[in-house]
């Protein structure tokens, strides 16, 4: 159970604000071309926006200029871990409201 329990929030934490440098790095066409993580031709790819040197796999930080390397997806799977959904309190509803889903009694 404990592998599949999410991180812990910034709110358990608190944790001092800092900022991490962070780019988004184009992908490349199916050609092949040298890549710094292994050294060999490799297929596809994204290329770092500070170096212009190509990476094989994301999220990684860049091999030759250290920058952190994400897709924006990645960023935002991982966003909403540190804000998170406040407790479901159930409302109670009297028979004779409104439904607000079909607008119907």
């Known amino acids: 159970v404990v592998h599949a329990s999410p991180p812990p929030t910034s ?19 199916d050609t092949a071309s040298l890549c710094v993580c292994h050294r060999e031709l490799q297929i596809g790819g994204y290329l770092c926006p500070r170096c212009k040197s190509k990476v094989c796999e994301l999220p990684s930080d860049c091999p030759i200029c250290g ?34 889903g079909c607008l119907k009694y």
Not at 11 to 29: D, N, T, W
Not at 70 to 98: G, I, Q
């Open 11 to 29: 709110v358990m934490l608190k944790p001092e604000p800092s900022l991490i440098r962070m780019g988004f790095p184009q992908r490349l066409s």
């Open 67 to 100: 920058l952190t390397l994400a897709s924006s997806p990645h960023v935002a799977r991982s966003y909403h871990h540190l804000f998170p959904v406040p407790p479901y309190t159930e409302l109670t509803t009297k028979s004779d409201d409104t439904c607000l």
